[in-house]
């Protein structure tokens, strides 16, 4: 008897073997957290599908992040061909519609939770490369990720997401300590992830570590870096977006090697390294103000980086399970056959 395949519902992200339907309205529910699913979701069982969860201390610019990629990515509808993206429910429709707008103008969105009390739901129709996709945000409160404790009680979504991003700002730490503090936040996650939320990050997660704020001078980067993280304000992604997936993973090389050497970081390196699936490194600034010379007017740099690796992420995850199930059922059909003795046994040499 085959074992069902289960679903995962994109508010709670437990698994479960269907989604019910309201007896009176139809509409289909989450059997554990009761929550409605958007029907896109539901009509989404070819497109990629994945999970992101944020994490990082408060004040390290987490929730602008988000908005800023939000904001960045609703340009890109002048560049792709048929590109839009849209919202699966009314709150995520009212960060794009309410949150993201204030930001353009300069209004920095409120801290989480007040913002992202529950996951950020975007389907996005014809990337380039990917295609279609949905992807389901999950921002945290900063203060959760001071203890183990309140990571298992309010950080159950980052623990469980496909991708977590580990958003780290160099300028709001102390340039003595940046090894341990950046140690700290990862060795409390894992600890909670892994002792706690019963997740084995080694098997279960890949990281995106996202440096903010790169544009400022305390962040340190190396004449190179600085070069890279000038070029990629919007037009950079207009084209060749496979071509600029590649690049992304040679600088993640050298942003490591910088960490490492320039730094000093070789303790949160090596532990990422060795706690996670796969793990890359990228720089942002979310606002660009440092070195604009039209004062107060946004100009974000390389926050599609951290995006890009989510869905490379997911369309390898999607190609290897594919990969794997096309095997199992090879496998089968093969066993089913010899059973059925219409395969003949291999023979000894010398019979």
């Not at 945000?137 to 309140?150: H, K, L, P, R, S």
């Amino acid at each position: 008897m085959s074992t069902p395949t289960l679903l995962r519902c994109p508010y709670c992200l437990q698994n479960v073997e269907k989604f019910l339907r309201d007896t009176k309205t139809n509409v289909p529910h989450c059997p554990n957290c009761r929550t409605d699913i958007p029907k896109t979701f539901l009509d989404s069982a070819l497109m990629l599908r994945t999970m992101v969860g944020v994490v990082g201390f408060s004040g390290h610019g987490k929730t602008v992040y988000l908005t800023s990629l939000f904001s960045t990515l609703k340009r890109f509808s002048n560049f792709w061909n048929g590109y839009y993206f849209r919202s699966l429910d009314d709150f995520t429709h009212r960060i794009i519609y309410e949150q993201v707008p204030l930001f353009e103008k300069g209004a920095l969105p409120e801290s989480t939770p007040a913002n992202f009390p529950s996951p950020a739901l975007v389907h996005y129709h014809q990337l380039p490369v990917f295609e279609d996709a949905f992807v389901g945000y999950y921002d945290t409160a900063g203060e959760v990720f001071n203890d183990a404790t309140q990571i298992a009680r309010a950080g159950f979504f980052v623990a469980h997401s496909d991708t977590v991003l580990f958003i780290m700002s160099i300028p709001d730490c102390d340039a003595n300590e940046l090894d341990d503090q950046m140690s700290r936040l990862l060795d409390t996650y894992i600890r909670a992830a892994d002792d706690k939320l019963n997740t084995n990050t080694r098997t279960s997660q890949r990281v995106v570590v996202i440096f903010t704020k790169s544009d400022l001078p305390a962040a340190k980067l190396s004449p190179a870096l600085r070069k890279w993280l000038s070029e990629g304000a919007t037009d950079y992604y207009a084209m060749n977006l496979n071509d600029k997936i590649l690049d992304l993973g040679l600088t993640s090389i050298r942003i490591e090697e910088w960490l490492r050497q320039d730094l000093g970081c070789t303790r949160f390196a090596n532990m990422a390294r060795d706690h996670f699936l796969e793990v890359r490194y990228t720089v942002v600034s979310a606002m660009g103000l440092a070195d604009d010379d039209e004062d107060g007017k946004l100009n974000p740099l390389r926050v599609l980086d951290p995006f890009l690796w989510v869905l490379d992420f997911a369309r390898r995850k999607e190609t290897s399970a594919a990969k794997t199930g096309l095997f199992q059922k090879m496998l089968a059909w093969f066993q089913s056959k010899r059973e059925k003795n219409e395969i003949p046994q291999t023979s000894s040499a010398g019979k």
